[in-house]
């Protein structure tokens, strides 16, 4: 009489692992590197990296004291994908400037970090790790899970 094992256990444990790594296989990883035209070479190398992993450049130096904890602001930004340079938010676009209170606006920490030591007058290029964005969940279908983000910011005038 042949006896034969069932295959369970070992299907159960390839289901489980082909589950476990679905999720990672679906979701865009970070960019390794930008999409041509957000940074020069020039502004690559002279890049800042914060330690909580925020890269920018500054663009344009303003004037002035740096912006301070709830400081009133209007600025004007451009934000696309890391990965490959699609704009997805504008107010330059829309002739409106954006007003911002800097680290008390409900914006995310990539964009709040971004301003610090910024001048008026100042224009920065942000590269922020989808970490200090919008994270695994991303932002309705403009931003995807796991995107890092590329912001130019603007500081047109403090009003406070």
């Not at 069932?6 to 990672?24: E, N």
């Not at 922020?128 to 500081?155: C, K, S, T, V, W």
Request: glycine share 12%.
């Amino acid at each position: 009489m042949v006896v034969m094992k069932p295959m369970l256990p070992s299907l159960t444990r390839a289901a489980l692992a082909l589950c476990l790594a679905l999720p990672f296989a679906i979701t865009a990883a970070p960019a390794a590197e930008p999409a041509p035209g957000l940074f020069t070479e020039e502004e690559m190398s002279e890049m800042v990296t914060t330690d909580t992993g925020l890269k920018y450049v500054d663009v344009k130096v303003g004037e002035g004291e740096a912006v301070q904890k709830g400081d009133k602001l209007k600025m004007h930004y451009t934000g696309k994908l890391i990965e490959n340079g699609q704009k997805f938010d504008s107010s330059k676009d829309r002739g409106q400037p954006f007003p911002y209170q800097h680290q008390i606006s409900g914006v995310i920490e990539g964009w709040k970090q971004g301003v610090d030591g910024m001048k008026v007058g100042g224009v920065r290029k942000l590269w922020i790790p989808y970490r200090l964005g919008y994270g695994a969940r991303g932002a309705g279908g403009a931003i995807p899970p796991n995107a890092d983000l590329f912001f130019e910011i603007e500081i047109l005038e403090k009003t406070n």
